[in-house]
């Protein structure tokens, strides 16, 4: 079955880095879009940043654009978010998902498979 395992969140200072993963199974995976969404407690789903299946054509948030960043190994069937200059703000379970296609999308209404998420907390 589709499977999306998240890894690589924890405790860091502000202005500190982190680099989630997200191991994926059960399907094509070069052929789908990824993406990565997260959600603070008491907080609507926000979208963070996605990548086209290819790899060629990514978007981001605008509370992350210039600090994050988004790729894909589609050898390795793996997406990784790099994070850097994280501010307590970033604070949240972060989630990988897939998209229904291979185009990359900004709304949750796009993505059919989550991942279990990974906890990010930013201490200031």
């Known amino acids: 079955q589709v499977q999306l395992v998240e890894s690589g969140g924890g405790l860091v200072q502000a202005g500190g880095s982190l680099r989630l993963s997200c191991a994926a199974s059960?399907?094509?995976?070069?052929?789908?879009?990824m993406g990565w969404f997260r959600q603070a407690p008491g907080k609507e789903r926000e979208f963070v940043s996605a990548?086209?299946?290819?790899?060629?054509?990514?978007y981001y948030g605008d509370s992350v654009k210039g600090r994050f960043t988004i790729s894909r190994d589609n050898a390795k069937n793996t997406v990784a978010l790099q994070m850097n200059s994280l501010k307590p703000e970033d604070t949240a379970v972060y989630y990988c998902?897939?998209?229904?296609?291979?185009?990359?999308?900004?709304?949750?209404?796009?993505?059919?498979?989550w991942g279990q998420g990974t906890q990010v907390t930013v201490s200031s």
């Open positions: 990548i086209r299946w290819a790899g060629d054509l990514t």
């Open positions: 059960g399907f094509t995976f070069r052929s789908y879009g």
């Open positions: 998902a897939v998209s229904k296609n291979g185009a990359a999308w900004r709304e949750a209404s796009w993505y059919n498979v």
